[in-house]
Structure formats: structure tokens, C-alpha cells
């Protein structure tokens, strides 16, 4: 049997549970997978995280460290997500450039937490339209079973929740360490993502990698700590309704809620 009659025969078993208010494996139609976060997995980063959200898993490494500004933006820090998937992490993925699905996961990612507005950049400028401080939150995957988008941006929320700010002066117009002396990188929110897969006319949360093989559509919302929706991304082959969007808001809503305060703890448990 080929690898695409197998995917049909798994996705026409999801289906039929879905169809009896059922999941492959076991869950609500409306519940994620189990979340758990490890605070500081590397020790020699400025934060980190590692995150497991069901059978997947992905790492965050923060580096801090003095950056050029954008041209437009002197008065402003920088900061950036990437992503990257190691090849032990699924037997599909291959060594080499990123294609267009990691691509895409880091900006879902980045943008989810860039439009929370959670790092205040305003805070990073070491010396205005000279100096700044770049953050660089980094998530590798070691162990992909599906939703990377939110694996990723919760391994990178808690990394810099808890990541530490060197500080800088300018001397001789060149930023140097003031050895000694840190502080908590400026945060303004907890944003949380969650994405959801549409199988037929069924949509669940947080799909596991045979949900996330099967599903004809799927959509990521992030909400920061007020419940406003701050960044959407949809994908996949089909579309949603009005109304399917309005369910998904509510979903990602109420399912961050939960999520949120599991960051929170988590940070709070390392110190």
C-alpha cells in the first residue's frame, strides 16, 4: 500500500469519529494536547524553553546582543523569530535550505508575537538611530507529530518571559557590557496562538499529525493576555465561513485562557 492510500484510509477514520463528536486520539473536539514547559533548557542562552505539546516538541533559545537599527526604526529594538526542523524530528524532513512550510512557520510565529506587542522595543534602543538590542528568539523542532505553529510560539513566549536583558552603554560610539548588571527583558502581554484544522465540516484544536495530514484547511489565531485577537493566519486548500471564523475566534479565546496561565506558571515555577 502506498503512503497516499494509507493517508486516505486515516483520514476516512478520522472522519467517521469526527462525525460521532470524536478524535483519534480520545480528545474533545475543542481540546489541545497536553502543554508542558521547561524553563532555561539552555543554560548558556540569555532565555530558553523547551515545550511539549502532545508528542511534539520544539526548543527556544534566546540571544540577546547589540544590533544596527532599522533605517526607519532608530528609536526602536529589534526582534526576530526563526524556525528550523531537524531532520531526527520526522522521517519526511531533509537537511538543507528551509522550504516554504518552515518559512511560513516562522512567520506565524514572529508575527504572532511582534503584533501582541509583547517585547517593548521602545525599551531596547542603546543610543537612537545608532545603537539598539537585537532579540533573537530561535525554536528548533526535535519531534514533529503535528502544530509546530503553536509548539513553536509557546516554546518562544515562555523563552522570552524569562529571558535576561545585558545592558549596554555607548563608548567611543561603540555599545560595550556593563558587566554585572541585567534586568527582565521588557514584556507587555502573553500572547497565545491556536490553531485549528477544518476535516469535512468538522473543526478541532491543536491536531495531532494524522488530524494535521488529514485536514483540508486550517487557521491560527493569536489573542494576547486581554482576549484580543492580534494576528490570523489561514492555510490549507479549502475556506471557512463567516460563522466557522467567528467559532474559531471563540475557540482561540478560551483555549488561550487555559494555555496562558500555563506559561505563566511555568515561569513563575523557575525562579
Excluded at 542562552?45 to 544596527?68: F, M, Y
Excluded at 514572529?110 to 534602543?125: P, T
Excluded at 528568539?137 to 507529530?145: K, P
Amino acid at each position: 500500500m502506498t503512503s497516499t492510500v494509507i493517508d486516505e484510509l486515516k483520514k476516512s477514520q478520522i472522519l467517521e469519529l469526527l462525525e460521532q463528536g470524536k478524535r483519534i486520539d480520545g480528545r474533545a473536539l475543542d481540546e489541545p494536547r497536553k502543554l508542558t514547559v521547561e524553563i532555561n533548557a539552555i543554560p548558556k542562552a540569555n532565555g530558553s524553553a523547551r515545550v511539549r505539546l502532545g508528542d511534539t516538541e520544539a526548543i527556544c533559545g534566546v540571544k540577546i546582543q547589540p544590533d544596527r537599527p532599522f533605517p526607519d526604526m532608530g528609536d526602536k529594538g529589534i526582534f526576530i523569530c526563526t524556525a528550523e526542523l531537524l531532520p531526527l524530528s520526522h522521517p519526511s524532513v531533509e537537511t538543507g535550505p528551509p522550504g516554504p512550510d518552515v518559512i511560513e512557520l516562522a512567520r506565524v510565529v514572529d508575527r504572532g508575537i511582534r503584533e501582541s506587542h509583547m517585547v517593548d522595543v521602545s525599551q531596547l534602543v542603546i543610543e537612537k538611530d545608532k545603537s539598539v538590542v537585537g532579540v533573537f528568539a530561535d525554536n528548533v523542532v526535535v519531534d514533529y507529530d503535528g502544530n509546530l505553529f503553536d509548539a513553536c510560539s509557546y516554546a518562544a513566549t515562555a523563552a522570552v518571559l524569562k529571558s535576561k536583558l545585558p545592558k549596554w552603554e555607548m563608548k567611543d560610539d561603540v555599545p560595550t557590557l556593563v558587566e554585572g548588571e541585567e534586568s527582565e527583558l521588557p514584556t507587555t502581554t502573553i500572547p497565545v496562538s491556536v490553531t485549528m484544522g477544518k476535516i469535512g465540516k468538522h473543526i478541532i484544536v491543536d491536531p495531532n499529525g494524522d488530524e494535521w495530514a488529514s485536514m483540508d484547511s486550517r487557521i491560527t489565531i493569536t489573542t494576547d493576555s486581554d482576549g484580543n485577537i492580534v494576528a490570523l493566519q489561514k492555510g490549507g486548500d479549502d475556506g471557512f465561513t463567516v460563522d466557522e471564523i467567528v467559532k474559531c475566534g471563540e475557540l482561540s479565546i478560551k483555549a488561550g485562557a487555559k494555555i496562558r496561565e500555563t506559561l505563566k506558571q511555568a515561569g513563575e515555577g523557575s525562579q
